[in-house]
């Protein structure tokens, strides 16, 4: 499992499946890592792509208070992960 993958099921996890499906989000770690590798992209950027994600393959309510904990803290934690790579 890589780092993107574990922060994913961590952190936003926003279907609640990352204990039984570990790798239900691998398909969105290939654009994070594009998102993460692109030297003007946004923290902001991270955010609306889980926010789009959320919304249009999951259908679910993005403005939900718990969604939106959950965004800010995945976006935080790839993008800590961002810097500290670049380092």
């Known amino acids: ?3 993107i993958q ?3 099921n961590r952190d936003w996890d926003p279907i609640e ?3 039984v499906l570990n ?3 691998d398909a969105y770690c290939a654009p994070i890592t594009e998102i993460l590798d692109d030297t003007k992209a946004t923290p902001q950027q ?3 792509y889980l926010e789009e994600v959320e919304r249009e393959q999951m259908s679910l309510n993005t403005y939900s208070e718990q ?3 959950r965004r800010a803290t995945t976006t935080q934690s790839l993008w800590t992960l961002h810097i500290s790579a670049g380092s």
Request: aromatic residues 6%.
């Open 6 to 8: 574990k922060i994913l």
């Open 23 to 25: 790798d239900e989000y």
């Open 67 to 69: 969604n939106k904990r």
């Open 17 to 19: 499946v990352a204990e």
């Open 46 to 48: 991270l955010s609306n």
């Open 1 to 3: 499992m890589n780092t």
